[in-house]
């Protein structure tokens, strides 16, 4: 065990958390818990971060959690949220950028503000915290065990399908993209940058389709591996990265989702041969 928790702990470790009250950030920040981190957990609804870090506290995990309201959406909010990251903490060894909204709507009456206020949060709103949040990760990272950033991307911007979430998959695209440019400009700061690209998980955002079990099975049967994501996916890829074993990875994009970014239905001989 001393093995293992010498490669995937992050005890002692500072981490934020944007969007984590719910979906694929509580499962982040229910990791980072139990893997010994403090994790400091923001979204638009503060009552909610409160009440979910209440929850984790009371676990008997070896981390702990603090939650508050925090908003990306605007230039304003993320210095509300900067501020309120430094008055807990002044260095800070894991970012998540999670926090991200969707819109969905056929083409032909897909609004023009849908593209404003999704890229303004997915992809506006994690580049400007990143970069004012750079001083206390700078603060920590070292050559042998880097600051961490991980940012949300999605397989809907590493596949070209959008039902009806244009706005959303182009993105998460752009999310991808963005990872790779700051892995490379934050390498000699010894920060990496990474980020996760899920297929279908149950969260708020996905509850039209997976809200039940039985819609949740439904929607596996079309995933190559059978079934959506757990939160023990979410977990061990958040360990993975953020503990020692994964401090040589940087700009990679993981994907979290059961074989979805290769698969392929096309075959070029096989009718043929039949």
């Given at each position: 065990m001393?093995?293992?928790?010498?490669?995937?702990?992050v005890?002692?470790k500072?981490a934020?958390?944007?969007?984590?009250?719910?979906?694929?950030?509580?499962?982040?920040?229910?990791a980072?818990?139990?893997?010994?981190?403090?994790?400091?957990?923001?979204?638009?609804k503060?009552d909610?971060?409160v009440?979910?870090?209440?929850?984790?506290n009371?676990?008997?995990?070896?981390g702990?959690a603090?939650?508050?309201a925090?908003?990306?959406?605007?230039e304003?909010?993320?210095?509300?949220?900067?501020?309120?990251?430094k008055?807990?903490t002044?260095?800070l060894?894991?970012?998540?950028n999670?926090?991200?909204v969707t819109?969905?709507?056929p083409?032909d009456?897909?609004?023009?503000?849908?593209?404003?206020?999704?890229?303004n949060?997915n992809?506006g709103g994690?580049?400007?915290l990143?970069?004012?949040?750079?001083p206390?990760?700078?603060a920590?990272s070292?050559d042998?065990?880097?600051?961490?950033?991980?940012n949300?991307g999605?397989?809907?911007?590493?596949?070209p399908?959008?039902?009806?979430?244009y706005?959303?998959?182009?993105?998460?695209a752009a999310?991808?993209h963005?990872t790779?440019?700051?892995?490379?400009?934050f390498?000699r700061?010894r920060?990496?940058?990474n980020a996760?690209?899920?297929?279908?998980?149950?969260s708020k955002?996905?509850?039209?389709?997976?809200?039940?079990d039985?819609?949740?099975a439904?929607?596996?049967?079309?995933?190559?591996?059978?079934r959506i994501?757990?939160?023990?996916?979410i977990?061990g890829?958040?360990?993975?990265?953020?503990g020692?074993?994964?401090?040589y990875?940087?700009?990679?994009?993981?994907p979290?989702?059961?074989?979805?970014s290769?698969?392929?239905?096309?075959?070029?001989?096989a009718?043929?041969?039949?």
């Open positions: 001393d093995y293992l928790e010498n490669l995937f702990s005890k002692g500072i934020l958390v944007t969007g984590g009250a719910t979906g694929i950030g509580r499962m982040v920040a229910t980072l818990v139990n893997g010994g981190a403090t994790v400091l957990i923001a979204s638009r503060g909610a971060c009440a979910v870090a209440e929850e984790l009371s676990l008997d995990a070896p702990s603090v939650g508050f925090g908003d990306v959406g605007t304003e909010g993320i210095a509300a949220l900067v501020a309120e990251v008055a807990h002044d260095a060894h894991i970012l998540v999670n926090a991200g819109w969905g709507e083409l009456t897909f609004p023009h503000m849908a593209w404003h206020k999704v890229m949060i992809v994690l580049f400007t990143t970069r004012e949040l750079l206390l990760l700078d920590v070292t042998a065990d880097p600051a961490r950033i991980i949300l999605s397989v809907m911007g590493t596949q399908v959008a039902e009806g979430a706005s959303y998959s182009a993105s998460k999310v991808h963005l790779r440019i700051l892995a490379n400009e390498a700061r920060i990496t940058v996760f690209a899920p297929g279908p998980f149950q955002m996905t509850a039209f389709a997976t809200a039940s039985e819609q949740a439904k929607v596996g049967k079309g995933v190559p591996l059978g994501g757990s939160p023990d996916d977990a890829a958040t360990l993975y990265l953020c020692k074993g994964g401090s990875i940087s700009g990679a994009i993981l979290l989702d059961g074989g979805l290769v698969y392929s239905s096309m075959g070029l001989f009718h043929a041969l039949e």
